[in-house]
């Protein structure tokens, strides 16, 4: 099992970016793959998160209505598409795995990717 997390980059507020996690081992038909993210210092936030089958999608008040998450089962593949970003959205962004149904907390996820950085400033 794998997932690998991309796309992450420097972008300017107001700015948008697309993440990218890339898995392999398990199928995403029956997994659910949360977003998230961590500041040095602080504590790991629950950003989005896709379950798995009908694909239901959850979102942090923080990132609601500007962040959309979505999935590629054919290629393996689920994204996150930032938009509006802001100085506080700056953080490591992780894509992670959990059996079937989306949870808010990291720890019931089993299988995690190495982590992307997303810095936004001007």
């Known amino acids: 099992v794998q997932l690998q997390a991309s796309g992450g980059g420097l972008v300017q507020p107001g700015e948008s970016l697309r993440l990218s996690c890339a898995t392999s081992?398990?199928?995403?038909?029956?997994?659910?793959i949360g977003w998230f993210r961590q500041v040095p210092g602080k504590e790991r936030e629950g950003v989005s998160c896709?379950?798995?089958?009908?694909?239901?999608?959850d979102y942090s008040d923080s990132v609601k209505g500007r962040f959309t998450i979505s999935r590629d089962i054919a290629k393996n593949t689920v994204y996150l598409q930032m938009n509006s970003l802001k100085p506080e959205d700056t953080a490591v962004y992780y894509c992670?795995?959990?059996?079937?149904?989306?949870?808010?907390?990291?720890?019931?996820?089993?299988?995690w990717g190495q982590g992307t950085q997303v810095t936004v400033s001007s």
């Open positions: 992670a795995r959990k059996a079937t149904i989306c949870s808010e907390y990291g720890y019931n996820y089993d299988y």
């Open positions: 081992g398990f199928s995403l038909e029956y997994s659910a």
């Open positions: 896709i379950s798995h089958y009908d694909g239901a999608t």
